[in-house]
C-alpha cells in the first residue's frame, strides 16, 4: 500500500517543531506548553473515538492487556527521554550520555507512533484525524529535541543533522506496519493495542500536568483542551 502521504506528514511534523526552535532565540515556555495542550488533547481525543473501538473490536478482551504492556514500555522509555514527548526539558546543557539516551528512547517512541498511521484506510476522515493528532504531537516533540541539542552547544547545522534523523523514525514505523498488515496481519491488532497504551500514556500525562506545580490549570490551557476535543468531535 502506497503510504507517501502519511510518511511526508511524519517527517516534516518534527522537522516543523525543529525548525521553529533553530529560529526562535527566546524560547517561550508559556506558548509551548498551550500548543502541547492542544496537541495532547486532540490526540487523546480522536484515539478515543476513531482507534480504541477499533482496537476492542478486533481484539476483544485481550485489548486491555495489550495496552496495558504499550502503557508501561512508554513509563520505561521515560526513564531514557526524561518526558520531553510531554515536554519535560530545562534550558541548560546535557552530558552526551543524557544525549544519546534521550535520542535512543525518543527514537523508541517515535516509531511507535508510526505504526497506527499505516492504518487501512477503511475510513478515510477517521483515519486522517488520526495521522493529524499524531502529526500535531509530534511538533512540539522536535521543538523540545532540537532545543536540548541547542542548549547542550551543539550547532545549529548538527542539530538540524540529528532531528533529520530522528524525523525518518516514525515514517520507517509506517512502512514496518504496512509490512506487518500486508504479510501477516494476525500480529497487527495486537501490535496496535500496545501502541495504544503508550499514546494513551503521552497524551493523559500532557493533560494532567499543569505548569504551576499545583494541582490546577491556566483559564488559557483549559480553553485549548476544550477547543481541541470540540474539533476531534467534528471528526465523527
Known amino acids: ?101 534521550l535520542f535512543v528512547g525518543l527514537s523508541v517512541h517515535s516509531f511507535f507512533d508510526g505504526i497506527p498511521a499505516a492504518l487501512p484506510h477503511t475510513g478515510e476522515h477517521h483515519h486522517s484525524s488520526l495521522l493529524y493528532g499524531i502529526a500535531l504531537h509530534k511538533i512540539p516533540e522536535g521543538f523540545a529535541l532540537a532545543s536540548i541539542f541547542l542548549f547542550s552547544k551543539f550547532t545549529k547545522n548538527k542539530t538540524l543533522i540529528i532531528v533529520l534523523l530522528f524525523s525518518l523514525i516514525a515514517p520507517v514505523g509506517v512502512l514496518v506496519s504496512s509490512f506487518i498488515q500486508e504479510n501477516d496481519n494476525s500480529y497487527y491488532p495486537l501490535l496496535l493495542a500496545v501502541v495504544a497504551g503508550s499514546l494513551l500514556h503521552v497524551s493523559t500525562t500532557i493533560l494532567f500536568e499543569s505548569e504551576s506545580g499545583k494541582h490546577a490549570y491556566t483559564f488559557k490551557k483549559i480553553l485549548v483542551i476544550i477547543f481541541a476535543v470540540v474539533l476531534s468531535l467534528l471528526t465523527l
Not at 484515539?47 to 478482551?61: A, D, K
Not at 504492556?69 to 534550558?91: D, K, R, S, Y
Open 1 to 101: 500500500m502506497n503510504h507517501i502521504f502519511e510518511i511526508s506528514i511524519l517527517f516534516l511534523a518534527p522537522l516543523a517543531g525543529a525548525i521553529v526552535a533553530l529560529l526562535v532565540k527566546q524560547k517561550d515556555d508559556a506558548n509551548f506548553k498551550l500548543i502541547l495542550s492542544f496537541s495532547g488533547a486532540f490526540l487523546f481525543s480522536v484515539m478515543l473515538l476513531h482507534l480504541l473501538p477499533e482496537i476492542f473490536q478486533s481484539n476483544g478482551v485481550n485489548a486491555g492487556l495489550f495496552m496495558l504492556v504499550g502503557f508501561f514500555i512508554q513509563v520505561f522509555l521515560e526513564q531514557a527521554t526524561h518526558g520531553i514527548e510531554h515536554g519535560h526539558f530545562h534550558h541548560h546543557s546535557e552530558s552526551n550520555g543524557f544525549l544519546i539516551s
